[in-house]
Every structure is written in structure tokens, then in C-alpha cells.
């Protein structure tokens, strides 16, 4: 995904114009509301739910584990306590289940809301809280990580979106190889990136046990938490892997003869527990690790007489008439359009659309009004491209793009000599379309960043798997193989590769791939539907952002997925800053199995405050499991309704 281009100046200035065009009366009204389906695969039905939270548990004479948001761990010394890990702080209220009276110190590894959200609340700290050096930030210095957070443009899916919604107070920042000592016991301070780039484990020996508090690096034999924390840079396939295996490593070197995660269960045999982690990941870094030719042919160039590929990542159809439609228009040159109309006698760009929402797809929209093109947007991008205040999804573009015209699945449409059949055609994002034409006596397919050619044509055809574009594991590149399986094309005009002819074979191969990838996730994914951990956007507000004026009422949802084959009672607490208020600050409501359901709240501003942004969470519990402050909301002022520093190109 090229970053780079030419009109950066005329583009901010464009991007200012629509951002303001934002801000105007009703653009936060709800006319457009995105698709509530989502897929799934009946032959993969279970009963597995979640299991309560709440329960307090005795590990060894002076150890237990209280599961909570996550699961936090209370060491005891006589009546006093120290914890790994806080969770909701719900703990407090259960102390003296363990003869405990006392919390004198909270260890916390790792940043992620579900960690540490129950010191957000409290009044007054009665204790030590130790954190990370290397996270502090996201600790002490939370109101200015989400003032100067990158909204748009972003090519970070770190999980530092996963922050606290407001500081707490910090007393001691611990670096790698710091030792903590507490009432006679030391905790050894290890470095163990993985869920985070700068998480760390303690190691301590409790009851004669060496014991590794290892938080979300590992949940079980086999099993992480979730994929997406995993996953970090935009192209860091398997950064998040590689960092893991680094800290098991160092884990090793510990000689533990325990693990006790921050999800999952306790673990008795560390050393196989992480070996088999290795070997998923291991099969995941061949499966995952892109087989891309990089496009060696930048310029313009006819593939066939009337298919042209126009530069970046743009292709366009010419018709007898002297009309082009193009495919996908980001940062193509300015100069590849004027060689494109003398090359070829186009006299006008007749219609342009989208294969997906991306910036290198559709930066350059704003161009479309000197050509007076029609835009052309499928519906599963749709809301994304018009309102993307709305959302919070990687490489997204700060200015609304309007639709002349939306495209339905499946849809056929007469364009001059061409009959165009678009589609979704969900995998890299699941906001994609495909597009399937006749063009000078070949079947050619439109596949966008979904596919590419292969750089080793022994090896099975992949493609680029990025959890936080939002991806469901029953539909995706399964979905994707296929529709490109039933329209057999001769041609297949990839995003980022050359053009390539696949034979059948070669798609079914991609098929069995992404069949596969499903299973190897089924099994590593420790949650009673895997899709919990690869879908990061089954809880989610909507709209991400308001702008909103003091002694104002304005609308949320919160939207849930279901992943589950069952019914979920789920019960969802927005948790507002001072000056916003909610009736109905607390809603219940049942969800059925693989549904989706949206939970209204009206909010008010308080008069008279100017202030900056506010930040909203939502606390999900879902049959009677505590998951945490999951999802977050900014409030803006009006006046933020323009580009923001943190949104320039770079």
C-alpha cells in the first residue's frame, strides 16, 4: 500500500473542505446503517458459551486466582495482599475470601483496558501500582494519547487503541530485569512482548513453586486469546508471533514450573505448553507470510486493447465511445490520467468505482469533480466511504466520499459495450467488492487487495490476512476463493501484483487455504467461538466519533455480535466522563445465536463545558462473563471537525 504521492498540498486542502462538510447540521444523523448480517458456517455448530466470571479460586496455601475481566492473581503474606493484574477491581470486595484485609501493591503487564479499568473508578489509590515503563503512557498520560491519537490514514494495528479511558496514577515504572521486592517475596520483572510490543511477565516463587504471571502472551496449550493483538503493523504478519517466541525464550530461561495467564487457565507443564504455541505458529508464518510478485511494471500499460492498467493501484476500461470506467482510484498520478486520454482517445472518465474503502483506492476522489465521473459504491462500503467519522478501521480517508450510484450484490449493469457484474468479495477487508467483466473475449476479474500473483508459483496461492479491517473466519478468503472458483476468469486484475491467469487447480488450492487457515484458527483461538478472537470489531459503537455542542443530547449504539450458536444475554454499561450524562446508562438485552444486535443510548453535554475530547467505553458482559470496557467512543467538539494534525498523510 503505497504511502507516497505528488498533490499532498491539494489533497489536505480537499480533505479540510469535506471534513468540514462533516460537521454540518445532520451529518450525524442515522440514515445509513451498516449491514447487520455477518457469515457463518452451520456445519461448524457447537454449544460452547461463556463460562461465568466472579469466582475466587485457592491455587496453593498463599495464591488465588479471581476471575474477573481478566483473571487477576492475590499473593498473600498474613493479611496483606499484593495482585497481578486488577480487572474491574471487583476483587477489593472479595479480600477477606482469602484472610486478606490489605492490598499493598497491584503488578500490572500490559496496558489493555480489561487489565486495569477498575483503577480508572477509584477515589482514591490505597496501594502501589507498579506498570511497565515502556507503557506508561498509556497509564499516566491517557488524555493526551487520545487527544493526538491517528484517527485516519493509519497503518497501526497495534492494540493501543485498547487504553484506559482516563489516567491513574502511576507509583513505579519497572524495566526489564527489575526485581520487585514485597514482604520477603521478589518478582523478577521479564520482558514479554507479544499482545503488546512492551507487556511484561513477573516471576516469583509462591508456595515453593516458581510461577510466571505471563499475562495475555499465552492461555493455554495451544491457545492465545484473541489473533488480532497479534497482529501489529498493517503488513506485520507475524510480528506479534515472532515477538511471543522471543518471550518464551526468555520465559524458558526462567525455568518456571508454572504459567499463570492473564485469559485462560493455569498451566503445569510451561515448556510444552509454549512448544505447541510454536508449532501453530510456525504453520501460521508458512501459511500467512505473503507468496506476492511485487508489480515490476509501474507505467502505463494495455493489457488487452481495451483494459489499461493506469498506475498505483487503478485499472481502466475503455469503451468504443471514447469513455473510461476505472477501477479504484488512489494514488494514481495526475500525469497517468492525461497519458491515459492521449495514449488511448479518451475523451472523458465516465464513472469510476471502489474495489474497497482503503486511502490508495480512493484518495484522489476529490479529483472526480474536474471529470465530472460518476462514483459508483457498493453497498458493503457504502456508509464507510460517506461517513467514515463512523468508524474506526485501519487506512481509512478523512473526507466523505459520495455515491452516485450504489452497487448491489450481485448486481449486472450495461456500461456502453460491457455488462459489469459486481459483488462482495470479502478477505482482505470485509468492506470489499469484486467486479467480473467480458473484455476483448476474456473473463476478467477485479480482485483488489484480495489477491496477487504468486512469487512461487509451487506454492499455494495466499492472501493478506488483517484481523482490525474486520474479518469473519466462515466468510473471508473462503468467500473470496469461491466466487473467483464460480466466475473461472481468464484474467485477474489483482490491487498490488501484476495481472495473472489462475488455473482451476491453483483456485482450488486457495480455497483449501483459506479452509485451513479457519481450522488452524479454530484451534489456536481460545474463546467458546473463535470468532471472538479474529472478529475485533464484534462489540463496536456507532458512530466512533460525534462532534457535539455543550447542552446537547446526541445518539449512540453499541452493536454486538453473537458469534455463539446460542442465545447471549448481554448486558452493556457505558461508562461516561463527568460531563456527560445517560438515563438509561445501563442496557439488557438478548441476542440470538450468529445475530447481531444495536443498543441506542441518548447522551447529554452538560451546559457550559468547552473542553476537548471526552472518551466513552462500553463495559460488555455476556451471559454472565465479565469481558471489560471492549469498546471505546470519541465525543469531539464542533469545532474538531477538521483535519487533524494526527490526520495528515505522511
Known sequence: MAMNFRSRASILCFAVIFIALAAQPGFDGFQTRPDSDFPFDSSTKHDRDFRPSGGMRKLSENLFLFEDTCNVYLVKSGNHGLLIGFGSGEILGRLRDAGVEKIDRVLLMHHHRNQAQGLVDLKSSPFLVTVPAQEARFFEGVESFWRDVRLYLDYDCRSHWNTLRKSVHVDEKVKPGDVIDWRGLQFKVIETPGVTDHAVSYAADIDGTRAMFCGDLISGKEKVSNWFDLHWDYYGFTQGMDASEASFNRIMAEHPSRLLPAHGVPMDDPDAAMEANR??????????????LHRVQPQVRQILPHLVFLGATSYAILSESGKAFVWDYGYVERE???ELKKRFNVKRIDAVSFSHY???HTIRAWELIWEDAHIWIHKSMLDVLENPTRYRLPCLVPMPIRADRILHDGEKIQWEEYTFEFFHLPGQTQFHQGLFAGIDGKRVLFTGDNTWKKKD???TRNGPL???NEYFLDGGFIACARKMLHYNPDLV?????????????DLE???SWAYRLRDVMTSLIDQPDPNFGMDVRWCRFYPYRSFVSSESTFRVEVIVRNHLFRPARVRVELKLPGVLACDRQIQSVVIGGKREASIPFEIRKAAGQKGGREIITADITINDRRMGEYAEAIVDPPSAATLEPSSRPR
Open 493 to 505: 486484475c489483482p490491487a498490488h501484483t501484476e495481472e495473472y491467469s489462475p488455473t482451476t487447480k
Open 336 to 338: 497517468r490520467v492525461a
Open 358 to 360: 482503503h486511502d490508495d
Open 466 to 468: 488483517v484481523p482490525h
Open 279 to 292: 508449532r501453530a505458529y510456525a504453520t501460521l508464518k508458512e501459511m500467512l507470510v505473503p507468496n506476492e
Open 457 to 459: 508459483v509451487s506454492k
Open 509 to 511: 488450492e486457495f480455497q
